[in-house]
């Protein structure tokens, strides 16, 4: 495979990188985030406000330190505020209270109207309930219209999720000091497209990586890391929300994605620090790969779902009425030694002339080098499978018992095909296959796989007998 993997020289952050802010954004939707916090501190106790957190900051996972390591920070406690001020909270504060109300009017024009809050509607830790608003001697269950709240100078507004700290400092000092906590809120997928020749089996594919992030905060020019593979976390991470979606833009002939080896992992560093703003989706490739050699394979497998041992031997068991089933038509290709390949959707399609045409799609797992990937694309239409069974003897005194299939392919198709029938052998963990028409391979302690040549607008029979005993 001749592939091409963008490349970027990575370096760890030092000091001077933390001027901005940095993620490392996992598979399992959450990411680290690192930024820089400027203290000035006193001798003492030092009371210290951070407003720029995430709103699903996990602040058991909150970190903050001098990366210099010559002041040793003491936190002698960590309040976490994540209920930002928003109209029913601010409705809340007028219970009881005069508030003026703008009611729109398209036919009569604008007017302001005088109300009394009676009930916000606001039930702290509940669902919301309607409000009560007194107009004229009238109490009405909705808002008359947009509230006006005057300017209001309190402190006890949260207008952002915020981190208080009270951190005791052996000596006054002035740094930058080094934040960093898990959030939730950021998640990353990998996705590819596959376009096969109009004519052979080679093909190109190109990878594209996608950030989402709805974690209620924008990260300014900030350096993003990418940790494909599958880090065990305690908790579940939430489903995300619908974004807008805004491309990164890849210089001209310029490098997208380095690639590395991290611990048991893979880590992708993107090549320059963007902007993720919240609700938004970006969106860059970060490989792509010319003329991979591709093999089509055909499956037909009447009795995919295995059934154990240890059933009743009866005539109507496993496999007994099978009958047509559809030929399965999947494509595989080995991956390059030069780049692993995280979990994602992989979509194929042909080229038809100057047009390409979809043929199916599937999930890949993380693949890595050298490893052999294959894709579902659906059921060949020109190719049909008949599996019956053809004879049932069951000798309970002697605890053994034959049964014998026929598997009938027929393809009505333009060229010779390849088919791999599998068998499935669920009677007892003991047999034996006495009679047979073509080879087969055993893919494990109860299933076997035929590979049969049918040729175009022929039909090839398969046969054979299996020997259980228990």
């Known amino acids: ?24 954004i996992y598979n399992g939707r959450f990411a680290v985030v690192r930024d820089i916090v400027a203290l000035e501190l006193k001798a003492g106790e030092n009371n210290v406000r951070y407003s720029g957190a995430t709103a699903s900051l996990d602040p058991s996972t909150v970190i903050l330190r001098d990366p210099s390591g010559k002041i040793p920070l003491s936190i002698l406690e960590q309040n976490y505020q994540n209920d930002p001020v928003n109209q029913i909270t601010l409705l809340d504060r ?63 507004l949260l207008l952002k999720p915020l981190l208080n700290w009270k951190i005791q400092s052996p000596e006054a000092a002035s740094l930058q000091a080094e934040l960093a906590y898990l959030t939730q809120g950021l998640e990353w997928t990998a996705s590819y497209n596959l376009v096969l020749q109009e004519n052979g089996s080679n093909a190109d594919i190109n990878g594209w990586i996608t950030i989402k992030n709805t974690s209620g905060k924008q990260f300014e020019n900030a350096r993003i890391k990418l940790m494909a593979g ?20 890849e210089d001209a002939g310029g490098p997208a994605v380095s690639e590395k080896t991290f611990d048991d992992f893979h880590l992708y560093t993107l090549p320059r620090p963007t902007t993720l703003r919240d609700q938004e989706t970006k969106q860059l490739e970060f490989i792509r790969a010319a003329a991979i050699p591709t093999r089509r394979i055909y499956s037909y497998d009447a009795t995919p779902e295995l059934q154990f041992f240890g059933q009743t031997i009866t005539e109507s068991g496993w496999g007994a009425n099978a009958g047509k089933g559809k030929v399965t038509s999947s494509l595989e290709f080995t991956n390059s030694e030069a780049a692993p390949l995280p979990a994602g959707s992989i979509r194929v399609y042909r080229k038809d002339g100057e047009q390409l045409e979809f043929v199916g799609e599937d999930r890949i797992d993380h693949t890595p080098r050298n490893e052999k990937v294959k894709i579902k ?27 014998s299939f026929e598997i009938r392919l027929r393809n009505q198709g333009k060229g010779p095909v390849e088919i791999k029938v599998v068998e499935h052998l669920a009677r007892s963990a003991t047999w034996t296959i006495p009679v047979k028409s073509h080879d087969f391979k055993q893919l494990n302690s109860h299933s076997l796989e035929f590979t049969v040549a049918v040729p175009a607008g022929g039909e090839t029979v398969v046969t054979y007998t299996a020997h259980y005993t228990w």
Request: net charge neutral.
């Open 230 to 249: 599958d880090v065990h976390r305690a908790e579940a991470a939430p489903i995300p929300k619908m974004m807008r979606v805004a491309m990164l833009a």
């Open 94 to 156: 007028f219970e009881g209270l005069p508030l003026s109300f703008l009611v729109r009017d398209p036919q009569k024009g604008d007017r302001i109207l005088e109300g009394k809050v009676i009930r916000s509607g606001y039930v702290p830790g509940g669902q919301p309930v309607e409000p009560m608003i007194e107009v004229d001697g009238k109490i009405l269950f909705e808002l008359p219209g947009r509230p006006l709240f005057p300017a209001m100078k309190d402190e006890g």
């Open 1 to 24: 495979m001749k592939h091409r993997l963008f490349l970027i020289t990575s370096a760890l952050l030092g000091l001077s990188a933390f001027a901005q802010p940095g993620l490392t």
């Open 377 to 403: 694309l659906g059921n060949a239409f020109d190719l049909v499978g008949e599996h019956k069974r053809t004879n049932f003897q069951s000798d309970t005194s002697r605890k053994t018992m034959d049964e």
